[in-house]
């Protein structure tokens, strides 16, 4: 089945920093690639997804890249700010449904004012 | 956001009681999933209800019980736990059917086993 890996596990980062978290998924048909943030002690929330039919989407200071070939997929947070701090879950997953989603085990991500 | 809701927010049980898990959801969505949420570990789907029928029971042992009686409510009765099975117990729900739905969340309940 499914396997995603994510790195790195923490990452601290200056405020105004650019930062980087990079997943590797295994099934070469997985075609759904979200990105979810969880503040402490509050709820995953989706920030952006990508397909893979394209390989980059952006969202102001968020982008998601997709290497099909090399299969892995990033997510790039530009101009970091502390409300950014937060644990950050890659997730893949193929077909057309939700169900099938497998996650990666997050980044915790500090912002440094 | 009151999009998903679930209680209680804690619990503390023994290895010898029985407790239930709520969740309600007011998005009206057609799918609902457990998620089991450990430190260090991923997000690890338990079950998945679509359109209240069980889609996925992703080898979780039989002391987890769902139970859907609509397409708005999901319950985890829990019995005879292990240590090993506190954790943050996620609901999420999400609309099937037409491609990629986004999972949204409720905020957990914090399960502590003594």
């Known amino acids: 089945g499914e396997n995603v890996e994510q790195h790195p596990s923490t990452l601290s980062v200056q405020e105004g920093d650019s930062a980087v978290i990079k997943c590797t998924y295994s099934?070469?048909?997985?075609?759904?690639f979200p990105w979810y943030k969880q503040e402490l002690g509050k709820r995953p929330q989706l920030i952006i997804d990508?397909?893979?039919?394209?390989g980059e989407k952006k969202d102001q200071r968020i982008a998601v890249t997709l290497n099909k070939t090399a299969k892995h997929f990033s997510l790039h947070i530009t101009e970091t700010q502390p409300e950014d701090s937060a644990v950050y879950f890659c997730a893949a997953s193929k077909g057309y449904n939700t169900d099938k989603l497998i996650f990666g085990t997050g980044t915790r991500l500090q912002v440094f004012p | 956001e009151t999009g998903v809701t679930q209680t209680p927010r804690h619990l503390v049980m023994g290895m010898t009681n029985k407790k239930s898990l709520k969740c309600e959801q007011h998005l009206g969505h057609n799918a609902m999933y457990w998620y089991k949420q450990s430190a260090k570990k991923p997000l690890e789907l338990m079950f998945v209800?679509?359109?209240?029928?069980?889609?996925e029971n992703n080898s979780v042992p039989s002391r987890f019980s769902p139970e859907c009686p609509n397409s708005s409510h999901l319950f985890l009765h829990l019995h005879t736990l292990q240590p090993e099975d506190s954790a943050l117990y996620l609901c999420?729900?999400?609309?099937?059917?037409?491609?990629?739905?986004?999972?949204?969340f409720g905020n957990g309940t914090r399960l502590t086993v003594t």
């Open positions: 209800y679509n359109f209240k029928e069980q889609t």
């Open positions: 099934d070469s048909a997985s075609n759904y």
């Open positions: 999420a729900s999400s609309q099937e059917g037409s491609g990629h739905s986004p999972l949204h």
């Open positions: 990508i397909r893979s039919n394209v």
